[in-house]
């Protein structure tokens, strides 16, 4: 069995590439924009994790502060900087994008046992969606999701894996386990 391994420093990604199927750095192509090219013969996997970009800077607390405001009562919202210290967790998403020829049965075969692997350490839950002002279900559905951060949601009342609010007048609306 013949492994190639490389590191780049110069790359501005924030994800890792995993490529099978080359011998050669110089076999996988690049761009700037989508930085690997699909290349026939190659399985090429991308893993993204926001967390490795902590803090989140894309995600604001003030709309949770708006919330708590609006409605009268503290919300803790997993992921936001400035949650009280004994509160705080860390709550990203892991996401994976992969190429391959559809002919390719190994390739499939072979993410078939990463996904696998991945259900066993983030299985689905059960979530809902609820209306912050009425406490009323509105929408239920299942996630993969880190059972560390089901048990931290369900370890005290007015925690939420997001609060939102879909336009300016409508209702505050935040998702938590079942």
Not at 70 to 89: C, H, Q, S, T, Y
Request: aromatic share 8%; glycine share 6%; hydrophobic share 40%.
């Amino acid at each position: 069995m013949k492994e190639l391994a490389e590191v780049t420093t110069d790359v501005t990604d924030d994800g890792v590439w995993l490529i099978d199927g080359t011998t050669s750095i110089a076999d996988i192509k690049t761009c700037l924009s989508r930085y690997v090219l699909p290349t026939e013969g190659q399985l090429q996997i991308h893993l993204r994790f926001d967390l490795w970009k902590w803090p989140r800077s894309r995600y604001s607390q003030r709309s949770c502060e708006i919330a708590s405001q609006d409605l009268g009562r503290k919300l803790i919202v997993a992921g936001f900087r400035g949650m009280p210290k004994d509160e705080e967790v860390a709550f990203s998403s892991f996401q994976i994008s992969t190429q391959f020829p559809t002919s390719d049965f190994a390739a499939r075969a072979g993410l078939s046992v990463l996904g696998d692997a991945l259900k066993a350490v983030l299985p689905e839950a059960g979530l809902k969606q609820v209306n912050l002002d009425t406490d009323q279900v509105v929408a239920t559905f299942t996630r993969p999701l880190d059972p560390a951060l089901y048990q931290w949601c369900k370890s005290r009342p007015n925690r939420w894996l997001e609060v939102t609010r879909e336009s300016g007048d409508g209702p505050w609306l935040g998702v938590c386990p079942k």
